[in-house]
C-alpha cells in the first residue's frame, strides 16, 4: 500500500512525524513524503525534519510563497505529475492550509484516495483562509481523521457519512509526548537569561491581526502592558517580521525594552519556552492545544477557536485582540497558575498509531 504523505508548513511537520513513526510498525505500507515547499526557511522547514527525526522528503515542490491563488494553484500544478508517475493508493493530508487543500483536490480528481488527519474542526468563520480550507479538504476525503468530539458532531451536520469518520486522537500530542523528555534538556531559558514562570511567551501569524497597522497597533498596546509586567518573548514568524517593516511598525515593537523578539526557534526549544511561561499569548491554532496539554495559560488572540476543547478542558481562553480586554485577561492570569486541565479524549499520544491502523485495515 503505497500513501503519499503531504506536509508543506510548520504545523504540518509535528503532525507527519508520528504518522510516519506509526507507518513503520506495518510492512504492508509504503510511505513516501511529498514537501510542497509552502514554507522553506530553514527556521519554518529543515530545523523540524531534523529534530522531529522526519524521514528527508522523497519530493520537494518547491513553491514557495504567493498569493492564495497562485501558491494554491502553483502546487497543484507540480503535485499532479508526481500522482500520475507514483500511483499512490492514498494521499494523506494533515491541518488546514494551503497545501492541505491543494494536493487533496489534485489525488481526488486523479481518482486517489484521500485522508485528511485533523479533520472536522470548524471555526465557523469563513474569513479565515484555513475555515475554507478544512471545508474543503473534508468534503472530498475518503477517509477523515478526527482530534477532538466537536468534530464528528460538525461533520455529522455537514452529512459527511459516520462510515468514513473515525476519532482518533490528536496527532500533535503525540509529538508533544514524545518530545517531552528531549525538551527538558532545551537550553533555551539559560540562552535568554529567563526564570521559569517569569516570562511570557507571543506567537502572531494571523492575516487578520498581522496584515493591517490598526490590529498590530491595538496588539502593540496589549503587548507593552505584558512586558512591562514580565520579560515577553516573541519568536517572530515571517509574515510578521515583512509586516511590521511593510506598516512601518517595526520601531515600535523594537522599542519595548522587555519585549524580546527573535527568529522562530525549534520545536524542542519552543516546547521548553511554553512549558515553563506565565502566559503564553497567541493566535496558533496548535499552541492552543500544546498549552491545555501543558497546563499553561493560553490567551487567544482571536475571536473563535475550531478548537473547542482547549476551552472547555484545558487552559486557553478566547480574548481577541481589544487590548482592554486583553490586559484584563492578562491580569486575571497572572494572578493565579490554571486549573488542572482534563485531558481531552485520546490526546494520549497514540492518534497516529490508530490512524495507521485503520489505513491498512481499509
Ligand atoms: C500558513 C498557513 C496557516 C498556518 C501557518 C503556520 C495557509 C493559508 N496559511 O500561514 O494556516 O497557520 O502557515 O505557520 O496555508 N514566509 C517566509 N519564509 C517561509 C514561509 C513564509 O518568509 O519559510 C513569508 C512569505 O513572505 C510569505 C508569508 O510568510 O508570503 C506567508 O506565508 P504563507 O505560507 O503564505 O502563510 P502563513 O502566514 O505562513
Ligand atoms: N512552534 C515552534 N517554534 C516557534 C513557534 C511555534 O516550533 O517559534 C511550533 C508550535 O509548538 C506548534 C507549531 O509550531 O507545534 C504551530 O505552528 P504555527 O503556530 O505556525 O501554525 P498553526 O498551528 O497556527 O497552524
Not at 504518522?19 to 523540524?48: C, N, W
Not at 514557495?64 to 507540480?78: C, F, P
Not at 511598525?249 to 527568529?263: H, N, S, T
Request: one cysteine or more; charged letters at 25%.
Amino acid at each position: 500500500m503505497k500513501i503519499i504523505n503531504i506536509c508543506g508548513a510548520r504545523p504540518n511537520f509535528m503532525k507527519i512525524a508520528p504518522l510516519m513513526r506509526a507507518y513503520r510498525q506495518h510492512p504492508a505500507i509504503e510511505a513516501m513524503i511529498v514537501h510542497t515547499g509552502q514554507h522553506y526557511d530553514e527556521k519554518m522547514s529543515d530545523l523540524f525534519f531534523r529534530e522531529l527525526e522526519i524521514p528527508e522528503p522523497d519530493i520537494n515542490l518547491e513553491v514557495g510563497s504567493g498569493s492564495h491563488a497562485a501558491q494554491t494553484a502553483e502546487i497543484m500544478k507540480r503535485f499532479e505529475p508526481v500522482v500520475i508517475e507514483q500511483r499512490p493508493d492514498w494521499v494523506v493530508v494533515v491541518g488546514d492550509v494551503n497545501s492541505t487543500i491543494a494536493c487533496a483536490l489534485v489525488a481526488k480528481k486523479l481518482g486517489v484516495r484521500v485522508a485528511h488527519v485533523e479533520a472536522g474542526l470548524r471555526s465557523f468563520d469563513r474569513t479565515m483562509p484555513e475555515e475554507i480550507n478544512r471545508l474543503l479538504t473534508d468534503a472530498i476525503s475518503d477517509l477523515l481523521f478526527v482530534s477532538e468530539r466537536s468534530g464528528i458532531e460538525n461533520l455529522r451536520r455537514e452529512g459527511v457519512d459516520g462510515d468514513k469518520v473515525h476519532f482518533v486522537g490528536n496527532v500533535m500530542i503525540d509529538t508533544l509526548r514524545s518530545n517531552l523528555e528531549k525538551a527538558e534538556r532545551s537550553s533555551i531559558l539559560n540562552d535568554l537569561g529567563l526564570e521559569p514562570l517569569r516570562y511570557n511567551v507571543v506567537t502572531l501569524h494571523r492575516p487578520s491581526n498581522v496584515d493591517n497597522a490598526d490590529s498590530l497597533g491595538r496588539i502593540a498596546k496589549f503587548l507593552d502592558v505584558a512586558q512591562q509586567d514580565l520579560p515577553t518573548v516573541f519568536p517572530m514568524h515571517p509574515r510578521t517580521r515583512n509586516n511590521l517593516q511593510k506598516l512601518g511598525l517595526a520601531d515600535r515593537f523594537a522599542a519595548m525594552k522587555q519585549l524580546r523578539i527573535v527568529e522562530p526557534v525549534g520545536y524542542l526549544d519552543f516546547l521548553k519556552l511554553m512549558g515553563r511561561a506565565a502566559v503564553v499569548l497567541t493566535d496558533s491554532g496548535g499552541i492552543q492545544e500544546e498549552t491545555t496539554i501543558l497546563g499553561v495559560w493560553c490567551l487567544t488572540l482571536r475571536d473563535n477557536t475550531e478548537r473547542p476543547a482547549t476551552i472547555t478542558n484545558g487552559t486557553n481562553r478566547l480574548v481577541g485582540n481589544d487590548p482592554a480586554k486583553v490586559i484584563a485577561a492578562y491580569k486575571e492570569c497572572r494572578k493565579s497558575p490554571p486549573a488542572k486541565t482534563m485531558v481531552p479524549e485520546k490526546w494520549d499520544g497514540h492518534a497516529a498509531e490508530r490512524v495507521a491502523e485503520v489505513l491498512v485495515s481499509g
